[in-house]
T-cell receptor, first 114, second 112 residues
Framework: NAGVTQTPKFQVLKTGQSMTLQCAQDMNHNSMYWYRQDPGMGLRLIYYSASEGTTDKGEVPNGYNVSRLNKREFSLRLESAAPSQTSVYFC?????????????FGPGTRLTVT | GQQLNQSPQSMFIQEGEDVSMNCTSSSIFNTWLWYKQDPGEGPVLLIALYKAGELTSNGRLTAQFGITRKDSFLNISASIPSDVGIYFCAGLLIQGAQKLVFGQGTRLTINP
């Protein structure tokens, strides 16, 4: 089991460029999440998908779109990158059953927008 | 949005010392999670708490779900160099959508 994988690990974009961050999990989890992490601010939820076919906005969705491609994959797209989107992006997944609320994180994508 | 206040923000200790950190909120949570993040890596789940008053251990780590449901504590006993990293608390609100709220993190540095 690889758990949660993310690609790419590092990316540099120019302002206005677009890109898609990829995330996949092999744990058969129902729910998947995208977070961004900025210094001193902890983790903030961008979008999440409670189950295949559904997506919902989190705390900071502006400037992002997501696609839950299938149960395994959840991608995050930046249509027109801005310097304010320089951050570390983490994908996470959760089984989504019963009382268990444990989320498991990928290794992160470090994005710099110049 | 909802906030968790995690303290301290940073700690500098000697190897072998015990460590305590906590998270508090004005809101009630029905789940508390504690994560550790190593440099350049994603957060790794350490302990999950599901009942008020619950005390759970994972090796040298012990966490407690506060009886008021508004706080949680993490203790590390006899710290070792590999304990270095950032520790995050996360809580699940009873009301509202099923989304975690994260604390700002406690950065732990250990002097050998």
């Amino acid at each position: 089991n690889a758990g949660v994988t993310q690609t790419p690990k590092f990316q540099v974009l120019k302002t206005g460029q677009s890109m898609t961050l990829q995330c996949a999990q092999d744990m058969n989890h129902n729910s998947m999440y995208w977070y961004r992490q900025d210094p001193g601010m902890g983790l903030r939820l961008i979008y999440y998908s409670a189950s295949e076919g559904t997506t919902d906005k989190g705390e900071v969705p502006n400037g992002y779109n997501v696609s839950r491609l299938n149960k395994r994959e959840f991608s995050l797209r930046l249509e027109s990158a801005a310097p304010s989107q320089t951050s570390v992006y983490f994908c996470a997944s959760r089984k989504g059953q019963g009382l268990s609320y444990e989320q498991y994180f990928g290794p992160g994508t470090r994005l710099t927008v110049t | 949005g909802q906030q968790l206040n995690q303290s301290p923000q940073s700690m500098f200790i000697q190897e072998g010392e015990d460590v305590s950190m906590n998270c508090t909120s004005s809101s009630i949570f029905n789940t508390w999670l504690w994560y550790k993040q190593d440099p350049g890596e994603g957060p790794v789940l350490l302990i999950a708490l599901y009942k008020a008053g619950e005390l759970t251990s994972n090796g040298r780590l012990t966490a407690q779900f506060g009886i008021t449901r508004k706080d949680s504590f993490l203790n590390i006993s006899a710290s070792i160099p590999s304990d270095v990293g950032i520790y995050f608390c996360a809580g699940l609100l009873i009301q509202g959508a099923q989304k975690l709220v994260f604390g700002q993190g406690t950065r732990l540095t250990i002097n050998p």
